[in-house]
C-alpha cells in the first residue's frame, strides 16, 4: 500500500504542478512575448494535451486513492472527484466550444473587444480561467493535506 500511496501524492503533484506551470509561467510568458493571435494559437495547439496528462494524472489519483484507502467519503477525495469534473467540464465543454469561437473570430487583433463573439469569448475565457484555479487551488490542499 506504500507504493498506492506514493504513486497517489506523485499524480497530485504532477497534476498542480503541471497546472502551475501552464496557468502561472508559461501562458503568461507567451502572451507577454508573442503577439495575441500567435500566442493564442500556441495555448490552443497545447490545450488537448493539457487536458489530457490532467485527466491522466486525476484518474491515477482517484484509483489510487479508492485502492489504497477505500472508497470512504472523506474531504480529499470529495475535492479530487470534484477537480476530475472541473476538468473534464474544460476538457469536453468549455475548450472545445472556445476553440470553435476563436475559429470564428479569425484575428483577435482586428477583432474588436465589443464584437458578440469576441465578448462570447471572453466570458469562456473567464470561466476556464475561474474553473483552472480552482483545480490548482484543489491540487495544492491535496498535497498539503493528503
Known amino acids: 500500500m506504500q507504493y498506492v500511496e506514493m504513486l497517489y501524492r ?5 497534476w498542480a504542478g ?3 506551470i501552464f496557468t502561472l509561467m508559461l501562458t503568461p510568458i507567451l502572451f507577454r512575448t508573442e503577439s495575441r493571435d500567435i500566442a493564442g ?4 495547439n497545447l490545450f488537448p494535451g493539457y487536458f489530457r496528462w490532467s485527466l491522466g494524472c486525476g484518474l491515477i489519483a482517484l484509483i489510487c486513492r479508492l485502492v489504497g484507502r477505500g472508497f470512504e ?5 470529495i475535492v479530487l472527484t470534484i477537480m476530475l469534473a472541473v476538468t473534464l467540464f474544460q476538457a469536453f465543454y468549455v475548450e472545445p466550444h472556445a476553440a470553435e469561437l476563436k475559429r470564428q473570430i479569425g484575428s483577435f487583433e482586428t477583432t474588436t473587444k465589443e464584437h458578440p463573439l469576441r465578448r462570447s469569448f471572453s466570458k469562456l475565457h473567464g470561466v476556464s480561467a475561474v474553473c483552472n484555479l480552482a ?3 484543489g491540487g495544492v490542499l491535496l498535497v498539503l493535506f493528503p
Open 41 to 44: 494559437r500556441i495555448v490552443g
Open 135 to 137: 483545480v490548482l487551488g
Open 10 to 14: 506523485l499524480a497530485i503533484s504532477l
Open 73 to 77: 467519503i472523506r474531504l480529499p477525495l
Open 18 to 20: 503541471g497546472n502551475a
